[in-house]
């Protein structure tokens, strides 16, 4: 299998579930000082992840927990980001200037800053209150705030249990979701390497995996054409631009807004005849609870659409690092 | 000029103002009784209309005002959202079942429910408790809203002010800026009338505005492919897909997220031969002072792109009542 390191991953994975008393302390600490609202910042990549948290934790917790987009924050302001309020953020070395501006504008209102910096020697590792360094797996490390927030407000009873199955599992599941996805993903990006454009469509948790995979992977790496779309806005405007040929994929996920992506699966098929459906309940996960899925399945997602990307990049001869104008040129 | 009728819309936009006293009394008796949070709730053009006002307020209240997506709240539901909450909305007739069902849905957990029901005569109008029936003008009745809430919280002094100028020149400032767009609007839709992809990057106010103007006009009636994306996301991914013939359509307005737009507007010549920016502030809204412009640019922008729709449906031949599947089709 191509760009696949399976002990690499196992690593990664159980690496960042490791992290889990550090996590806990910061958590906990931060909830028993109390906070009016906690918010997930982020700008591309991140502020897809922090919508997937937000998203998450909105039908399941009564905690004040919000995602902010970072340029518009910096721009706009949050009258209800103040002194009492908590940003929670991810970051490889802190250079993102969005997210920068961002940490200083929320320290300035007082806020407490949790910090997820990969790089410890970034100087935004310096400016946090609470740091936790490891690399990747950003996803995860949200999910796991977001876990024991619901914990600690008495709406996860089940924390413990469903830690024990993620330690024990989550990173064989994940691999082995990865491997069985190869040659889908290798048929996909075959199929696919020409797209004019591609419409991407999920909801719920996979809404941020939606969006961040059309944006930050095939626009931005692949420099292909594509558009995410809510599954639940998808009858709002798509559906009319949609052809037999159109090429459209959906994501499904198992969490509480897997009813809009079945909306899209039972109508699309009447009207296109280029669709693909990527559904987590088609990976095993052996060892996860049918009720702990749902908080996953977005990270089923990302090693799903990871099959896709290791193949369009040798269909297209396109090496995912390259920047056609990303950091190349000032704006 | 095409599809206008300068009485007709002058009177719709002064009904609109003349609703102020029965929009005050209402959000005067939301605002004494108190909420934990108000959500204005929508889906489609409507769900664009609520984070247009979401946005507005973010950055300027420290009220709990939150845009909500009808069909998410409905599958992933809301803890936040209860007894003490008012959910604020817009329809024509009621019978867009993602919101039927939002409301069901929040009169269960409890909450208020403000509404805005075109038809008085529509089922939905009996089961809301604050009622106010009126044709069209959603983004204004939103933004009239708003800005009683503010002014309430003490937010907003200059409120009366405000609407002495835009109750003696709002509807004759938006009238002659879809006027003087007409030149405009006939070219635009002359150039871009077989684009095979249309890029519309906007941020804050103009947000909702580029949203529902790909979406709800140029994919849904217009079926014309089209990609809404934020100007404050414009580099963290769709950058790199951007050619010198690529049409990239930039809206500015005049509120705080303007500095988003200018970005893009400073970056996209290097790249882009085929851009257009519309930008507010080359309309005049006589009467209107530079401080509450940035609270009805997003109108302007609307009066600006109905020229482009007018003379899109004539360049094209496709009018634009007719949907293909939307209400043709169940889903």
């Known amino acids: 299998?191509?760009?696949?390191?399976?002990?690499?991953?196992?690593k990664s994975i159980n690496g960042a579930l490791a992290l889990r008393g550090e996590i806990e302390r910061i958590v906990d600490a931060i909830y028993a000082e109390g906070f009016d609202g906690l918010f997930f910042v982020g700008i591309g990549g991140t502020w897809a992840s922090s919508l997937q948290v937000a998203t998450y934790m909105a039908g399941k917790s009564a905690l004040p927990v919000y995602a902010e987009n970072a340029a518009e924050y910096v721009t706009n302001g949050n009258r209800r980001l103040g002194p009492k309020s908590v940003l929670v953020f991810s970051s490889v070395t802190g250079s993102t200037e969005e997210v920068a501006q961002a940490l200083e504008l929320a320290k300035k209102a007082g806020a407490r800053i949790f910090g997820f910096v990969d790089d410890p020697k970034a100087s935004l590792a310096r400016k946090v209150d609470y740091l936790v360094s490891y690399p990747m797996q950003e996803q995860l490390k949200f999910l796991m705030v977001a876990l024991r927030l619901m914990y600690k407000n008495g709406e996860f009873p089940e924390y413990e249990r469903c830690f024990e199955e993620l330690d024990a599992h989550l990173?064989?599941?994940?691999?082995?979701?990865?491997?069985?996805?190869?040659?889908f993903g290798e048929a996909f990006a075959k199929a696919h390497r020409d797209d004019q454009i591609h419409y991407f469509v999920g909801a719920g948790t996979q809404w941020g995996a939606t969006y961040s995979y059309a944006m930050c992977f095939w626009e931005e790496q692949?420099?292909?054409?594509?558009?995410?779309?809510?599954?639940?806005?998808?009858?709002?405007?798509?559906l009319e631009v949609i052809e037999r040929d159109t090429p459209v994929t959906l994501f499904l996920g198992e969490d509480a807004e897997r009813p809009l992506a079945e909306r899209v699966r039972n109508?699309?098929?009447?009207?296109?005849?280029?669709?693909?459906?990527?559904?987590?309940?088609?990976?095993?996960?052996?060892?996860?609870?049918?009720?702990?899925?749902?908080?996953?399945?977005?990270?089923v997602m990302?090693?799903?659409?990871?099959?896709?990307?290791?193949?369009?990049?040798?269909?297209?001869?396109?090496?995912?690092?390259?920047?056609?104008?990303?950091?190349?040129l000032s704006y």
Not at 2 to 8: L, N, P, R, V
Not at 171 to 183: F, H, I, T, Y
């Open 222 to 238: 692949h420099w292909l054409r594509a558009r995410p779309v809510h599954a639940g806005e998808f009858f709002h405007g798509l």
């Open 302 to 328: 990302r090693v799903v659409t990871a099959r896709i990307d290791a193949h369009l990049e040798v269909e297209n001869r396109h090496p995912t690092e390259i920047r056609r104008y990303y950091r190349r």
């Open 1 to 10: 299998m191509i760009k696949f390191d399976e002990q690499k991953q196992l």
């Open 171 to 183: 990173a064989r599941g994940l691999v082995e979701a990865e491997k069985a996805a190869d040659c």
């Open 267 to 299: 109508f699309l098929p009447r009207i296109c005849g280029n669709y693909t459906f990527i559904d987590s309940k088609d990976y095993e996960l052996e060892g996860i609870s049918p009720e702990f899925r749902g908080a996953v399945s977005h990270l």
